[in-house]
């Protein structure tokens, strides 16, 4: 049985890794975004054709593809370096922006083999205030025999719903990030910051399975 910690990170990145986007399909609002795009991601991770470790590379490059474009990585970046972003160039928020999608994709690539279409999903309701939004869900593990709770945070962008949140039984995303990276520069430099970015990514890469 995984750990209270390690279940929740698991939920994490499975709500992040099923969220996807069809550009042919219309969502009105944030909370129909969310339920479209979480059932064609789910499609495309119980396709026969992508099962297998020998498929898990074209498997994991499928859901970056449609992944990515649904979340707001910039904005998540200025939010997890909080006040230390505002000394930042163009070229460093630009840097660092890209360190930081890489490391949440590989972080949670994991998540998605341990994916099972067993898991349930809840929408329950969408707030929207101006051009800011919150959709609360619930996803349902049975292997863990426990429902968590899944809040998304979004805002409008150039007329598009994007995420720069995503909580999970009150844990932030953005706020643990940030936790992290507040307590490293609070002793240390930023230039240190991106070199312990870049070697985490480096460890990620030697710990990932490879394709059979």
Avoid: C
């Amino acid at each position: 049985m995984m750990s209270r910690r390690v279940a929740l990170w698991t939920i994490l990145g499975m709500s992040i890794g099923l969220l996807s986007f069809n550009a042919w399909a219309v969502a009105d609002s944030p909370m129909d975004m969310i339920r479209v795009t979480v059932e064609q991601t789910r499609t495309v991770l119980e396709d026969p054709a992508y099962q297998g470790s020998d498929h898990r590379q074209q498997r994991l490059g499928k859901v970056k593809e449609i992944v990515l474009p649904r979340f707001d990585a910039q904005e998540i970046a200025k939010r997890t370096l909080g006040p230390y972003w505002k000394d930042r160039t163009e070229e460093q928020r630009k840097e660092f922006t890209q360190l930081f999608t890489a490391l949440v994709e590989k972080a949670y690539s994991s998540s998605l083999d341990r994916y099972s279409r067993d898991v349930q999903f809840f929408f329950d309701q969408e707030r929207v205030e101006d051009n800011f939004a919150e959709v609360d869900t619930r996803v349902f593990d049975p292997a863990l025999n426990k429902t968590f709770s899944v809040n998304y945070h979004l805002r409008q962008v150039n007329g598009q719903w994007l995420i720069y949140d995503v909580v999970v039984e009150n844990v932030s995303l953005v706020n643990n990030y940030r936790n992290q990276f507040n307590r490293i520069l609070s002793k240390s430099s930023y230039e240190d910051l991106v070199q312990k970015l870049q070697t985490k990514l480096q460890q990620l890469d030697t710990a990932s399975p490879s394709e059979s």
